[in-house]
């Protein structure tokens, strides 16, 4: 076990991780010898075809479920459960429907026995940075859904992890509030200096917001490639069309869309394909995308 | 991922279940354990969700009052002219002695049975049996809701818990409460606190039930983020699948409450000494007939109090549920 170094921590360091699962009474691989890392501050994507294993590399790492190999550490500690030095944001909106915004900002800090006062002005200022202290005294209810989104990141930066979890937490979302989402978030990561893995199935929003993007390949899920994103920060909407930018997007789309090729061919020969030759099913598909 | 099963999990539930946001719709499990099935309709509201409403209502009290009677009205007077035929057709029935296969000869009139009940209010005998009639509801129904909501939470959230408990739950469940009164006079050393036994059983099951449903029924993605925020084992219990749970909690407990009273006036009935139960079949054995309805209508006034109580109750310790459900 490496001690962390004093100034920088929320490393996460994922090695030779597997996981199987059993589906239908039979075993398989869902994630087979990942090894990625997430530095200090650091912004770092995953991208890769649905069902390749992203949610589940990100559920170790939140404490929901174990690696069957490997090993996986944050700061050099292995990880025993879920806890609030990882704040985790997911897809699905997750906000505690009985409490009010300010409530459920307030949650993380309750369970940790912080007094209600500081409890409440650490929540205001929280919700300030991210545009919702007039929202305060509202139901998660009566929000849209880029607001319920933003709480839900509000929430699990109050206990101040180190490290940020997100699993598609922008899918549900549409165009317009997930530009303006990706701002906030790059805005509030810079502010708090965090380590954030985050999971997208959006190519640009991965390019957009990170340092660093790994592409998995589809079934068993493997890094295909690490992707550096050398972009200058901050970085701004213009960007999207500059050269460098495109230049990154074509080259992770063709790294995607092979996987994804293989993703829908390999479902089309289980799914009853089984006398054409492979070739055959893959042309197909390529038509049709 | 239909049959999918995980082998590494350290988590009690359910994987998420992808894409879907929505938490899944509340239905009210009755149970019919009332003698003749009279079990009283669920009347707590469950989720009801607004649609991206961002603001709440703004306009002031007085205004909403005002349009709350215009709307109401109509309704309001349909419901006198319902009870003013009700209770017209009760009194031609028997002025007239109507008899036509049903026999109203020795039915008392709604004037005759008025003026018994003004008369009986004046004595203080009768208060007694109502207060009577009370505690053993609010006794009853008060163990029947910590067990029933501490098991059912239990019974729902712990795997274990609900294959060891369910079974035995699941065979005493369709006995209905008026079943258990000889065993109960037998199991109890008073007749009183076998009465509030069976008002016990009345409300037990339903209010379990719903609790365990509840419990099932919630977003699993609440628990997980709970558990990321640092809750303990027993911070989630109280203040999370409890909460969560509400919804439907609440939908046993009114559920529970019909099915006590159901089960409190049989037992009164049967073994009482006692009570407006007592009252209603004694009245009957004096030939007092007047005040055999009198009986009904106390009883079925207190029916009605109680699961208002209830469904007030409800949305005093839910305010996310109702504070925005009607929109002008
Ligand atoms: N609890 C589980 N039991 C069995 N199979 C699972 C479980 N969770 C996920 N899987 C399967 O593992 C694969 C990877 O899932 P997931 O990590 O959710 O993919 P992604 O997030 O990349 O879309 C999928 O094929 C999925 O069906
Ligand atoms: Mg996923």
């Known amino acids: 076990m490496t001690t962390p170094p004093a100034t920088a921590a929320g490393h996460i360091d994922i090695r030779d991780v597997s996981v199987r699962f059993v589906q239908n009474g039979r075993p398989f691989d869902a994630v087979s010898s990942v090894s990625l890392d997430v530095k200090p501050g650091e912004f770092v994507s995953i991208v890769g075809p649905s069902g390749c294993g992203k949610s589940t590399l990100l559920n170790i790492v939140a404490g929901f479920l174990r690696a069957d190999a490997g090993r996986v550490t944050v700061d050099g500690q292995g990880i025993s459960g879920p806890g609030a030095d990882r704040g985790v944001v997911f897809q699905q909106y997750s906000l505690f429907p009985w409490l009010t915004v300010r409530q459920n900002v307030e949650f993380g800090l309750k369970m940790k026995g912080v007094g209600r006062m500081l409890r409440e002005a650490r929540a205001r200022t929280l919700l300030g940075l991210a545009g919702l202290l007039s929202f305060e005294n ?94 200058p920060r901050p970085r701004t909407p213009d960007m999207l069309s500059s050269p460098a930018f495109l230049s990154l997007h074509r080259q992770l789309r063709a790294l995607i869309r092979e996987e994804s090729l293989a993703a829908m061919g390999g479902e089309l020969k289980e799914g009853g394909l089984a006398g054409h030759d492979w070739h055959m099913g893959e042309q197909s598909v390529g038509a049709v995308l | 991922m239909a049959n999918a099963m995980r082998i590494a999990a350290l988590d009690e539930t359910a994987p998420p279940s992808g894409e879907v946001d929505t938490p899944p719709a509340a239905a009210p499990v009755a149970t019919t354990l009332a003698a003749g099935g009279a079990t009283h309709a669920p009347v707590v509201p469950v989720m009801p969700r607004p649609s991206g409403m961002t603001q709440p209502a703004g306009a002031t ?53 008025f003026t018994e009940a003004v008369h009986l209010f004046g004595d203080r005998g009768f208060g007694s049996h109502i207060l009577l009639s009370l505690r053993r509801i609010l006794l009853g129904f008060a163990v029947a809701t910590v067990l029933g909501v501490t098991l059912g939470l239990v019974i729902g959230r712990y795997k274990a818990m609900r294959s060891l408990l369910f079974p ?41 039930l719903n609790t365990v449903h509840g419990v099932q029924s919630m977003d699993a993605v609440l628990v997980r983020a709970a558990r990321c925020l640092g809750a303990s084992e027993f911070a989630l219990m109280t203040q999370v699948v409890l909460r969560g749970a509400m919804p439907h909690i609440f939908t046993g407990l009114a559920v529970g409450m019909g099915v006590a009273w159901v089960s409190l006036i049989a037992a009164e009935m049967i073994s009482g000494q006692y009570g407006v139960g007592y009252f209603t079949w004694e009245a009957y054995s004096l030939i007092e007939y007047a005040n055999i309805v009198v009986g009904m209508v106390v009883i079925g006034v207190l029916g009605l109090a109680c699961s208002g109580a209830i469904r007030l109750l409800g949305r005093v310790l839910m305010p996310w549920q109702s504070g925005h459900g009607k929109e002008n």
Not at chain 1, 152 to 181: C, K, N, W, Y
Not at chain 1, 182 to 204: A, G, P, R, Y
Not at chain 2, 61 to 89: D, E, Q
């Open chain 2, 61 to 113: 009290t007085a205004a909403r009052w005002g349009a709350a009677l215009r709307r109401g009205l109509p309704g309001l007077l349909l419901g006198a002219l319902s009870i003013g035929l009700l209770i017209g057709f009760w009194h031609l029935a028997t002025t007239h002695r109507w008899v036509f296969y049903i026999r109203f000869t020795n039915v008392p009139g709604p004037v005759e049975v």
């Open chain 2, 168 to 208: 035995a739950m699941e065979v005493l469940r369709p006995i209905p409460a008026i079943a258990w009164v000889p065993i109960s006079i037998m199991l109890w050393p008073t007749t009183e606190t076998s009465i509030v036994f069976i008002t016990f059983i009345g409300a037990f099951f339903p209010i379990l």
């Open chain 1, 138 to 231: 509202h139901y998660p209810d009566q929000l849209s859904g880029g607001m319920k989104q933003r709480v839900g990141i509000v929430r699990a930066l109050a206990t101040s992890p180190q490290v940020m979890l997100m699993d598609e937490p922008f899918g549900a979302l549409d165009a317009q509030t997930r530009v303006v989402m990706q701002e906030i978030l790059t805005n509030m990561w810079q502010q708090l200096k965090l380590s954030v893995l985050f999971i997208t199935h959006d190519i640009e929003e991965a390019i957009f917001l990170s340092d660093k993007v790994y592409v998995m390949t589809a079934r068993p899920g493997r890094i295909k490639a690490e992707i550096p994103i050398p972009l």
